[in-house]
């Protein structure tokens, strides 16, 4: 089992279905995940779900709600994998997204920050092993300008087990 911190934003329905559309044709972890910003990447060792709970709710005491505006897609490649990816980055939002990720992993969870990639706060929406592929999603994406507004005001702590992630604790920001 693995424990994870994930942000599942709330964003208007129409934006919502936009981003699934085209996430079942492009992104393999569709049918695993809602669209979602992952704060604290899957931590396999050394916590009990309890204890990770408390740290995460610890960290985030205060934090504000974020509101976040997403207006283009970017190529990024997994340094742990062969997968490229296309992810929708916020504009707005976007340093208090990685502030906060900062925090999340600033005291007991540091020693499972990995340093080998800067984090980019993000919504995957395609991956594949082809980069051009994923240059063309990005393409079809941005094409055109579009605004995909939305908040975190709440995190949900996860659990990774069996191919299968399921919430544990909701942890409501500030407003």
Same mark, same amino acid.
């Given at each position: ?36 910003? *992952? ?14 709970? *408390? ?25 742990? /994998? ?12 976007? /340093? ?17 920050? /990995?340093?080998?990639?800067?984090? *980019? ?55």
């Amino acid at each position: 089992m693995a424990l994870l911190v994930l942000a599942y934003p709330d964003i208007k329905k129409s934006d919502y279905q936009r981003i699934q559309e085209f996430r079942k044709e492009h992104d393999f972890n569709c049918d695993l995940l809602e669209p979602h910003f *992952t704060l604290v990447f899957p931590v396999d060792r050394g916590w009990e779900s309890g204890s990770f709970i *408390t740290e995460i709710s610890k960290q985030v005491q205060g934090v504000q709600a974020i509101k976040f505006c997403l207006r283009c897609a970017v190529l990024n490649k997994d340094v742990f /994998s062969e997968y490229y990816f296309t992810l929708l980055v916020p504009d707005e939002g976007h /340093s208090k997204i990685v502030k906060l990720h900062d925090k999340l992993y600033a005291d007991k969870l540091f020693p499972h920050r /990995s340093l080998l990639a800067n984090f *980019t706060p993000h919504i995957t929406v395609g991956n594949s092993k082809d980069s051009l592929k994923c240059l063309e999603m990005i393409e079809s994406w941005n094409k055109k300008e579009f605004a995909i507004e939305g908040c975190i005001a709440v995190l949900d702590v996860a659990k990774y087990e069996n191919d299968a992630v399921q919430t544990i604790k909701r942890i409501p920001l500030a407003v």
